[in-house]
Structures are given as C-alpha cells and as structure tokens.
C-alpha cells in the first residue's frame, strides 16, 4: 500500500520562510515530486527530488531522505501570491511511464 | 511555453449519460495521463497511456471508463453512464520519456469540471 502525510493547513507571514513536511511510505519510488495548486486551479511543477539532498530553485528548495521516506519543500521570502495548496507526490516505479500517488496537500495561507 | 490544453472547462450532465472529455497534450510528450479530483479531496491517478495503449491504471478507472488517442493530438477520457459520484474535476497531464533513470516531470492541464446532475 501507500501512505503519504503532509500536515492539513499552515499559516506564515509575508517575506519569512515556511517549511513544509511531508513523509511516505510506498512500494515502489521513483522520485518525489512537489506542486503548488490555487484554488479551483490545476497542480503546476515547483520540484523534484530523486536522489537524496537538496534541490534548489529560486525561492523553492526541496529535499529528500529516502532512507527516512522524508522530504519538505522549502519557501523563502514568502509572497502573498504563494498563498495555496501545496501538494506532496510519489513518483511510482512501473514499466513505463509514471504515476503520481498525491498526498493530501497543506493549505498555506500567506499572511500580511 | 507550450501547455496542454483540456475542453471543455465544465461540463453539465445527467446521471446516466456518457460524457467524453477532451485534452491535447504538448506535442512531443508520449505519455499520457488522466488524475481526477473530488471537490476538497486530493488528486488521484486514473490511468497512463503510452505508444496506444493503458500501461496502467487504478482501481477507480473501472469499465466505465476508457481512454482513447483517436488522431495524433487528442487523447480522450470516456466516462459511460456517469454516477452522481463521477461529479469532480478531470485533469490530463503529459510527460516526455525519462532519460537514464531521472523524473520527469508531468504538465497538467486547466482540468474539465465534471458535474453530475
């Protein structure tokens, strides 16, 4: 089976950082990936990990244990627009292709 | 940038009805994908589909459901004799081939806001 956790909703204030967790357990992995969906809005890629370490882009970083089954996506300098649902994904391994299993997602509310 | 592009936006239909969803994936991606999400609930893979076939799908994509490639830019979600419970949003996504053991990442489209009268 496969279990992936992330907390429900958290709050931050504009222009702090904000780490988000997120822990798994599945059969087959083939990366752990983290996108950002709005409200009513379809998921769009912020980053991948595959590998165990840090992965940075721009404000957005991301990190992996996959020993753990541990990953967190990392915002800095935060924005009233990074208000949203941020989604924790796995990435299956099977014969061809992907899958993506999602997790619940955290709510982030971005705060003056 | 290319995108993939899903129509229509929302579609109305009663209990009972066959709905066909449409989506165009960016062109030079061979894989392609059908996640649905129920209103507050997280998104959840349907199905994959690559060189014209289902390479996987889950337990939700019973024999109510099929997907279709039916010319070189459509790939099609067919939902026969919708359920009040079919009611949610449909994303498809694409994704080009993985090089070497590395990820790749899957675009998704706007989705198709299914509701089930």
């Known amino acids: 089976g496969q279990n992936i956790d992330q907390p429900t909703e958290m709050t931050a204030t504009e222009g702090a950082i904000v780490q988000i967790n997120c822990t798994y357990q599945t059969s087959g992995f083939n990366g752990l990936f983290w996108y950002q969906q709005h409200a009513g809005e379809a998921p769009t890629f912020l980053s991948y990990?595959?590998?165990?370490g840090l992965e940075e882009k721009g404000r957005f970083s991301s990190f992996l244990s996959r020993s753990k089954g541990y990953s967190y996506l990392l915002l800095k300098e935060l924005q009233m627009k990074d208000s949203a649902s941020y989604l924790c994904a796995v990435d299956k391994i099977y014969n061809q292709g992907g899958k993506l299993i999602f997790g619940q997602g955290t709510e982030l509310s971005v705060k003056p | 940038e290319p995108e993939v592009t899903q129509t229509p936006s929302h579609q109305v239909t009663q209990m009972g009805q066959e709905v066909i969803l449409r989506c165009v994936p960016i062109s030079n991606h061979l894989y392609f994908y059908w996640y649905r999400q129920i209103l507050g609930q997280k998104v959840e893979f349907l199905v994959s589909f690559y060189n014209n076939e289902i390479s996987e799908k889950s337990e939700i994509f019973d024999d109510q459901f099929s997907v279709e490639r039916p010319d070189g830019s459509n790939f099609t979600l067919k939902i026969r004799s919708t359920k009040l419970e079919d009611s949610a949003m449909y994303f498809c996504?694409?994704?080009?081939?993985?090089?070497?053991?590395?990820?790749?990442?899957?675009?998704f489209g706007p989705g198709t806001r299914l509701t089930v009268t």
């Open positions: 990990n595959v590998l165990d």
């Open positions: 996504a694409s994704s080009e081939m993985p090089r070497g053991g590395e990820a790749y990442e899957q675009y």
